[in-house]
């Protein structure tokens, strides 16, 4: 994701301008659509597209980033983004270990993200980290960047959206390499061993990066306080974030039946787009031909969870930054840039169709699942952030 700094408009008292306008119009705009989705569709997916509202807002008012925060682990040891994730996956793996384990919550039944881990998920999470730093974002932060208003992430966005879709027509030339079957720790380990051995790692990540920070920075920046925060004007404390994002994602998986995706929906909108101008026949490509994918070419998109969701949440971005005093939209990119947000936003959708999804399906719910697969995205991302990181100047991107 990418990291705006909170600099909101302030009178000489300190007090946040809000932008009238764009509150008033970014809080109508989600509850017709609540009410419209309730009525047209199901309270449960109204319910979802306000939880995607409530995941843009934390996300926008902490700046809570996953590009972000491994471009500042990586350059000056500042790790108090990653280490926010930690709090995040601690919280997470809490309240999901149980929840599948007993299959159902209050009656719904839940699954996991457990998918194969294999070179595909290696290769594309790699070329996912590359598309992290050099796009500017990721998912999730060019979902909610872009509702805050900056131009760049909207034309990452675009260019994902074409990624993602030329990952799924070209789906048949890496699903023969090889790869574990679907492994889930908890179902290996037992329940409690493999929650003691989830938050014992999480622990010794956030341990070593804060030792580390220490000795780089003289400092260790702090999670849960952050000078002149404020619920809705922000910004917020990175560890509010991480843990609404936590409890939000557990919300999605007992509402949804499974947790908080995004990139599902950014390959439907791919070939919808181009089968509607003629351009491709998706129909009979293998990726739309899998029995769980192929009524998304055909259901209305006011009943797709995820399609709503990645609304919600654009929508609860511009919300925020409305409250912050902070919508600001500029066309003013620079060549460089524009050329980094195609190139990244490209590989940004290929990799994460290969890697099945991204840093929030892959690594945040596939961790939170017990998968496997979710580890292998993390450790195949990193090092392509940190290549990404190298490029950036080529582009005439800052390190």
Same mark, same amino acid.
């Given at each position: 994701? /990418?990291?705006?700094?909170?600099?909101?408009?302030?009178?000489?008292?300190?007090?946040?301008?809000?932008?009238?306008?764009?509150?008033?119009?970014?809080?109508?705009?989600?509850?017709?659509?609540?009410?419209?989705?309730?009525?047209?569709?199901?309270?449960?997916?109204?319910?979802?597209?306000?939880?995607?509202?409530?995941? @843009?807002?934390?996300?926008?008012?902490?700046?809570?980033?996953?590009?972000? !925060?491994?471009?500042?682990?990586?350059?000056?040891?500042?790790?108090?983004?990653?280490?926010?994730?930690?709090?995040?996956?601690?919280?997470?793996?809490?309240?999901?270990?149980?929840?599948?384990?007993?299959?159902?919550?209050?009656?719904?039944?839940?699954?996991?993200?457990?998918?194969?881990?294999?070179?595909?998920?290696?290769?594309? #999470?790699?070329?996912?980290?590359?598309?992290?730093?050099?796009?500017?974002?990721? #998912?999730?932060?060019?979902?909610?960047?872009?509702?805050?208003?900056?131009?760049?992430?909207?034309? /990452?966005?675009?260019?994902?959206?074409?990624?993602? /879709?030329?990952?799924?027509?070209?789906?048949?030339?890496?699903?023969?390499?090889? !790869?574990?079957?679907?492994?889930?720790?908890?179902?290996?380990?037992?329940?409690?061993?493999?929650?003691?051995?989830?938050?014992?790692?999480?622990?010794?990540?956030?341990?070593?990066?804060?030792?580390?920070?220490?000795?780089?920075?003289?400092?260790?920046?702090?999670?849960?306080?952050?000078?002149?925060?404020?619920?809705?004007?922000?910004?917020?404390?990175?560890?509010?974030?991480?843990? !609404?994002?936590?409890?939000?994602?557990?919300?999605?998986?007992?509402?949804? @039946?499974?947790?908080?995706?995004?990139?599902?929906?950014?390959? /439907?909108?791919?070939?919808?787009?181009?089968?509607?101008?003629?351009?491709?026949?998706?129909?009979?490509?293998?990726?739309?031909?899998?029995?769980?994918?192929?009524?998304?070419?055909?259901?209305?998109?006011?009943?797709?969870?995820?399609?709503?969701?990645?609304?919600?949440?654009?929508?609860?971005?511009?919300?925020?930054? @409305?409250? #912050?005093?902070?919508? $600001?939209?500029?066309?003013?990119?620079?060549?460089?840039?524009?050329?980094?947000?195609?190139?990244?936003?490209?590989?940004?959708?290929?990799?994460?169709?290969?890697?099945? @999804?991204?840093?929030?399906?892959?690594?945040?719910?596939?961790?939170?699942?017990?998968?496997?697969?979710?580890?292998?995205?993390?450790?195949? $991302?990193?090092?392509?952030?940190?290549?990404?990181?190298?490029?950036?100047?080529?582009?005439?991107?800052?390190?």
């Amino acid at each position: 994701m /990418t990291d705006p700094s909170h600099t909101p408009a302030r009178d000489l008292g300190g007090t946040i301008h809000a932008q009238r306008w764009v509150v008033m119009f970014a809080a109508l705009v989600l509850a017709v659509g609540a009410v419209w989705i309730g009525w047209g569709a199901s309270g449960r997916l109204a319910a979802l597209f306000i939880i995607g509202a409530g995941l @843009g807002f934390a996300l926008y008012h902490a700046a809570f980033g996953f590009t972000g !925060a491994y471009r500042a682990a990586f350059s000056t040891g500042r790790s108090g983004a990653v280490r926010a994730q930690m709090v995040m996956l601690a919280l997470a793996v809490l309240l999901f270990f149980p929840a599948l384990e007993m299959g159902e919550v209050l009656g719904q039944p839940v699954r996991g993200f457990v998918f194969p881990a294999g070179w595909e998920v290696a290769i594309g #999470a790699f070329l996912f980290g590359i598309g992290m730093q050099i796009g500017g974002g990721c #998912a999730s932060g060019t979902l909610y960047t872009s509702g805050g208003g900056d131009t760049r992430s909207v034309v /990452t966005l675009f260019f994902f959206v074409v990624g993602m /879709t030329l990952g799924a027509w070209d789906v048949e030339r890496w699903s023969a390499l090889p !790869a574990l079957p679907p492994v889930s720790i908890p179902d290996t380990l037992g329940l409690w061993p493999a929650l003691a051995l989830n938050l014992a790692v999480f622990a010794a990540i956030a341990f070593a990066l804060s030792a580390r920070e220490k000795r780089l920075t003289g400092q260790v920046e702090p999670l849960l306080w952050r000078s002149k925060a404020r619920l809705l004007t922000g910004p917020w404390a990175l560890a509010w974030a991480g843990l !609404a994002l936590a409890v939000l994602n557990a919300a999605t998986l007992v509402i949804a @039946g499974r947790p908080w995706g995004i990139t599902q929906a950014f390959a /439907t909108w791919g070939a919808r787009t181009g089968e509607a101008l003629g351009i491709v026949d998706p129909v009979f490509w293998p990726y739309w031909e899998d029995p769980t994918r192929i009524d998304l070419l055909h259901r209305p998109l006011v009943q797709d969870a995820t399609h709503l969701m990645n609304i919600g949440l654009v929508l609860g971005a511009f919300l925020a930054a @409305g409250l #912050a005093g902070r919508f $600001a939209p500029s066309l003013r990119i620079g060549l460089g840039p524009l050329l980094a947000a195609v190139l990244g936003g490209l590989m940004l959708g290929y990799g994460a169709r290969m890697a099945f @999804g991204c840093n929030i399906s892959a690594f945040f719910s596939g961790v939170a699942s017990g998968s496997l697969h979710g580890w292998l995205w993390i450790a195949a $991302a990193l090092p392509g952030n940190w290549l990404g990181l190298k490029l950036r100047p080529l582009f005439g991107l800052s390190r």
